[in-house]
């Protein structure tokens, strides 16, 4: 009926899946016992997006949704094999693949096929099998499609193609041989609220690693930031290489001439995500010296808060021992500089605030000034950044720990399961322990439309917005509000590191 109402059969539409065994063998099965006859014709041809992505970027290893996600540096959108979150995430890494010139084509002819497959043992879950179980048809098709991807990704933007079930009509920009957009992305109208810091911005992804020249290189997106009213960016540190990729970034463009004017100023954050535990905890003695080396006085010109650090339960891309160790670490790090936390929490509450507790606060205590000369007294432990708590009793305990909370574009997130439970929390968080940040590229705001294809931090002023509406008060008196907290959390305004033009930034 759905495909019906909307319009699409099989000369519009291509089925995006991710694994065959569903539609190989289980609808087969379904439909043997149901009223509905056969399946349609337009269920009949498919793209198994893994083999797709596998030949595409040339991962022939790559393992599930799990890895394709980590492997573009993209959030799980919900939980994984949840149903309509995994539709959500398909849909995710389709988008990407396309924005980055691949073209859909079928990679499974016809449904005759499930004869084959069913006569394969499934593989057991956490296995690791010896290599991608591909069809010949389905080698040959993604083959196919990967070798003319580059000749004709200048022409998908215009070719008619398939549409992606579930995946949106997004703005796609047009991409030429090397992969480059050639024009800038389509953004909303955003307002204009007075200076802006954002929290958290992803600056050092590979997002924004093209060219100076690039709609999308780093420069051109902070000059629309600056535009917009964004007079400081954070830039997050993920691993010890992206710290040191984000320390170089801040002075480079801290450094460039008419910068002042030109872009946001730029400081960093230098951690281990709890998604890149595993690989940090691998050699924990250079873990600890390569920390310390980031947090050394000669760094403090721009880095000014430990992290991304903490615990992800929900994810688990590392195992919870080694997520556990690598906080516990960074928390004792940040202790020992006097400098605030960067925080990251899913699904692991508990776990999460006794590490905080015991690592940093010294067992219930206030955190020490440390070498670097902490806050502690003013209660700038740290941010826990992204904040999706949904309950006041979560909310009550993230404050009692001294920490402040950042809110992205999470909030605006309508979808069920999404940032409803946030939006309800958000009137209750302090003024004074409020910030806003866009955790650029990920979780564009959906309080306009078209929706961004990529976030960026010229959209802060819609998470603003968004939250100002919330709470009940004025965009200009919220922005104003946000900016003094992430100026004394991360002491903005020592080393000029808090460029002037805005009443904050000239105290």
């Not at 296995?127 to 196919?144: F, T, Y």
């Not at 991807?149 to 090397?178: D, E, I, L, M, Y």
């Not at 009550?396 to 999470?410: E, F, I």
């Not at 907290?485 to 805005?502: I, K």
């Amino acid at each position: 009926k759905f495909l019906t109402d909307q319009g699409l059969d099989e000369t519009n539409t291509l089925f995006v899946i991710c694994g065959d065994w569903d539609l190989k063998v289980m609808l087969p099965k379904q439909h043997a016992v149901s009223s509905l006859g056969a399946p349609p014709a337009v269920m009949q041809t498919w793209c198994n997006i893994k083999n797709a992505f596998q030949a595409f970027y040339n991962r022939p290893h790559m393992l599930g949704m799990a890895g394709m996600l980590k492997a573009s540096d993209m959030p799980l959108v919900g939980r994984h094999h949840s149903g309509i979150d995994d539709a959500r995430n398909i849909a995710a890494i389709a988008r990407r693949m396309i924005n980055d010139g691949y073209v859909f084509r079928p990679t499974f002819p016809a449904l005759p096929g499930a004869a084959v497959v069913a006569s394969q043992p499934r593989r057991q879950k956490g296995r690791q099998p010896n290599g991608p179980l591909l069809l010949a048809a389905e080698v040959a098709a993604d083959a196919a499609a990967a070798s003319s991807s580059a000749a004709s990704s200048s022409a998908a933007s215009t070719a008619p193609q398939a549409t992606v079930a579930g995946a949106g009509a997004g703005s796609t920009a047009k991409v030429n041989g090397k992969g480059s957009t050639t024009a800038g992305p389509r953004l909303p109208a955003v307002p204009r609220l007075g200076a802006l810091v954002d929290i958290g911005a992803n600056m050092a992804h590979k997002s924004f690693s093209r060219g100076e020249a690039d709609a999308m290189g780093v420069l051109a997106v902070l000059a629309r930031a600056r535009a917009a009213g964004v007079e400081h960016v954070v830039v997050t540190g993920t691993s010890i290489k992206s710290s040191w990729h984000a320390v170089r970034l801040c002075r480079h463009v801290n450094g460039r001439p008419g910068a002042k004017e030109k872009y946001p100023s730029l400081t960093c954050t230098a951690g281990v995500h709890p998604h890149d535990a595993q690989e940090a905890m691998r050699d924990e003695e250079h873990f600890e010296q390569e920390l310390a080396r980031l947090l050394a006085p000669e760094n403090r010109d721009v880095v000014v808060a430990v992290g991304e650090c903490g615990l992800d339960y929900d994810r688990n891309f590392s195992p919870a021992e080694d997520q556990l160790s690598a906080f516990a670490l960074q928390c004792r790090a940040a202790r020992r500089a006097g400098l605030p936390l960067f925080l990251h929490e899913r699904a692991a509450h508990e776990d999460f605030c006794r590490i905080f507790e015991v690592e940093f606060l010294g067992g219930g205590g206030a955190a020490t000034g440390g070498e670097g000369g902490g806050d502690a007294g003013r209660g700038h432990h740290g941010v826990l950044h992204c904040y999706t708590g949904e309950d006041e009793a979560h909310l009550s305990r993230v404050l009692g720990l001294g920490l402040s909370v950042g809110v992205t574009g999470w909030v605006t997130d309508e979808r069920p399961g999404r940032g409803s439970g946030l939006a309800r929390v958000v009137p209750r968080i302090p003024s004074d322990r409020l910030m806003v940040e866009t955790d650029a590229p990920f979780l564009a705001p959906r309080s306009v439309r078209p929706l961004p294809r990529i976030n960026e931090p010229s959209l802060l002023g819609l998470v603003a917005e968004a939250v100002a509406r919330l709470r009940g008060t004025e965009p200009a008196a919220l922005a104003a509000e946000t900016t003094a907290n992430a100026v004394a959390m991360f002491r903005l305004t020592e080393h000029g590191r808090f460029f002037p033009g805005s009443a904050v930034g000239t105290q």
